[in-house]
């Protein structure tokens, strides 16, 4: 994991929110970077981007961002929110399945549950997107993109960040792994 830049002047407790998230060891195949923040959406933020890849094949994306306002908008319901996006690849027959919204969801709350990530005021969307096209030589294709946002119960994001991972790798085709089983690293990098 990038080390996370210069968090001087910052709410304290942002400061051991952000610093939760470095202790985090994510799977092998989950290649994660500090990004620019939004500035317009918080007082403070931080944001990460990962991207899922196996043998070169890059199978899933996203982008986590963590705002942290210490007025605590209401419809936060705390002072610190975490905003995911996620996007993989699908195959074209999955897009037209009318429960993958609702599976891609499960996959959120499911890998939250899981790491004993406690939150509230969970929100967002899942987006199927199918594309074919006509009078080329193109194969059809399919995206799955879950949208959502929650707010931490505590300033431990380590659980939120494991859970956001297992969710990357879901979407990519990975099979999931128990929180409690320990991954080895890949010694082919």
């Given at each position: 994991?990038?080390?996370?830049?210069?968090?001087?002047?910052?709410?304290?407790e942002f400061?051991?929110?952000?610093?939760?998230?470095?202790?985090?060891?994510l799977r092998p195949e989950v290649q994660l970077d500090e990004a620019p923040a939004p500035r317009q959406l918080a007082p403070y933020s931080m944001a990460l981007t990962a991207d899922v890849v196996v043998?070169?094949?890059?199978?899933?994306?996203?982008?986590l961002v963590v705002l942290h306002d210490p007025d605590g908008p209401d419809a936060w319901a705390g002072t610190i929110r975490m905003v995911s996006l996620v996007q993989a690849d699908i195959e074209p027959e999955a897009a037209a399945d009318p429960l993958l919204p609702a599976v891609g969801w499960s996959w959120l709350i499911d890998a939250l549950d899981a790491?004993?990530?406690?939150?509230?005021?969970?929100?967002?969307?899942?987006?199927?997107?199918?594309e074919e096209s006509f009078g080329l030589d193109r194969?059809?294709?399919?995206?799955?993109?879950?949208?959502?946002?929650?707010?931490?119960?505590?300033?431990d994001l380590g659980p939120h960040l494991s859970a956001w991972s297992d969710?990357?790798?879901q979407a990519g085709g990975l099979p999931p792994v128990p929180p409690d089983v320990a991954i080895l690293p890949n010694r082919s990098r």
């Open positions: 994991m990038t080390v996370f830049g210069d968090t001087d002047g910052t709410p304290p400061r051991r929110a952000i610093a939760s998230l470095r202790s985090v060891t043998a070169d094949e890059d199978l899933a994306t996203g982008r790491r004993n990530a406690t939150y509230g005021a969970a929100s967002g969307t899942v987006t199927r997107l199918a194969e059809p294709t399919a995206k799955v993109e879950i949208r959502a946002s929650w707010t931490p119960h505590d300033e969710v990357l790798c």
